[in-house]
C-alpha cells in the first residue's frame, strides 16, 4: 500500500475533509489531494504532523512506498550537499575577487611603466624588462598555481576557464618583455663588434 493510499484512508477513517487536514498541516487542500494521489510526497515535517494527526508510526506510514523512500534520501543527499555547494560558491567568488585585484594591480603597473618611461634615459624594451620582468614573473607564477591548483580543488568551469586564458595571456606578455629584453641586448652587442671591427 503506497503513502497516499494510507494518508485517504487515514483521513477517511477519521472522517477528516482535505481542507481540514490541510489547515492542520498549514498546506492547501490541493497539496493534501497530490499527496494522497501520489503526484507529491509531503516532506519531513509534514510527514510528522500527519502522523500526529492520525495516530500512525512514521514506520507504518512510508513502509512499502519505495518512492517516499527514495524521495527522503534525495531529500537527505540535497541537504548534506548544500554547504558543500554554498562554499564552493564563496570560493569562486573569492577567485573572481583576486582575479580583479591582479588584473587592476596590472594596469597600475603598466601605468607606472609608462610614466617612468619618460623619465629615462634607457630605450623602451629595456625600460619594459627592467620595470617589468619581476612583477610579471611573480604574477604568472601565482596565476598558473591557482590554475593548476583548480584540478585537485574543484571549482567552477567559468573560473578554470578564466583562469587558463589569464595565465596563457600573462605568460605571453611576459615572452614579449623577454624577447625584447633579449633583442636589444643582441643589437647593442652587435652595435659594439661592429663598432670594434671598424676601429
Known amino acids: 500500500m503506497t503513502l497516499g493510499a494510507k494518508l485517504k484512508?487515514?483521513?477517511?477513517?477519521?472522517?477528516?475533509?482535505?481542507?481540514?487536514?490541510?489547515?492542520?498541516?498549514?498546506?492547501?487542500?490541493?497539496?493534501?489531494?497530490?499527496?494522497?494521489t501520489g503526484k507529491s510526497f509531503p516532506d519531513i515535517d509534514s510527514l510528522v504532523t500527519l502522523s500526529n494527526l492520525y495516530g500512525i508510526s512514521l514506520d507504518t506510514l512510508?513502509?512499502?512506498?519505495?518512492?517516499?523512500?527514495?524521495?527522503?534520501?534525495?531529500?537527505?543527499i540535497l541537504r548534506k550537499l548544500r554547504p558543500i555547494h554554498q562554499s564552493m560558491q564563496i570560493l569562486n567568488f573569492l577567485f573572481l575577487i583576486i582575479l580583479a585585484a591582479a588584473f587592476f594591480n596590472l594596469l597600475s603597473v603598466l601605468f607606472m611603466q609608462k610614466f617612468e618611461a619618460q623619465l629615462s634615459s634607457l630605450p623602451p624594451a629595456e625600460q619594459r624588462w627592467q620595470s617589468g620582468w619581476l612583477s610579471s614573473l611573480i604574477s604568472n607564477l601565482?596565476?598558473?598555481?591557482?590554475?593548476?591548483?583548480?584540478?585537485?580543488?574543484?571549482?567552477?568551469?567559468?573560473?578554470?576557464?578564466?583562469?587558463?586564458?589569464?595565465?596563457?595571456?600573462?605568460?605571453?606578455?611576459?615572452?614579449?618583455?623577454?624577447?625584447?629584453?633579449?633583442?636589444?641586448?643582441?643589437?647593442?652587442?652587435?652595435?659594439?663588434?661592429?663598432?670594434?671591427?671598424?676601429?
Open 62 to 76: 512510508i513502509k512499502e512506498d519505495i518512492g517516499m523512500l527514495d524521495y527522503l534520501r534525495k531529500s537527505e
Open 9 to 36: 484512508q487515514a483521513r477517511a477513517d477519521h472522517q477528516l475533509t482535505q481542507q481540514a487536514v490541510a489547515t492542520q498541516v498549514a498546506v492547501s487542500r490541493q497539496t493534501i489531494s497530490s499527496w494522497e
Open 142 to 199: 601565482l596565476i598558473t598555481g591557482a590554475f593548476v591548483a583548480t584540478y585537485w580543488w574543484p571549482v567552477s568551469p567559468s573560473v578554470a576557464t578564466t583562469l587558463s586564458s589569464l595565465a596563457l595571456f600573462s605568460w605571453l606578455i611576459w615572452f614579449i618583455l623577454w624577447f625584447g629584453h633579449l633583442t636589444h641586448r643582441l643589437k647593442i652587442s652587435e652595435d659594439k663588434f661592429n663598432k670594434q671591427k671598424n676601429d
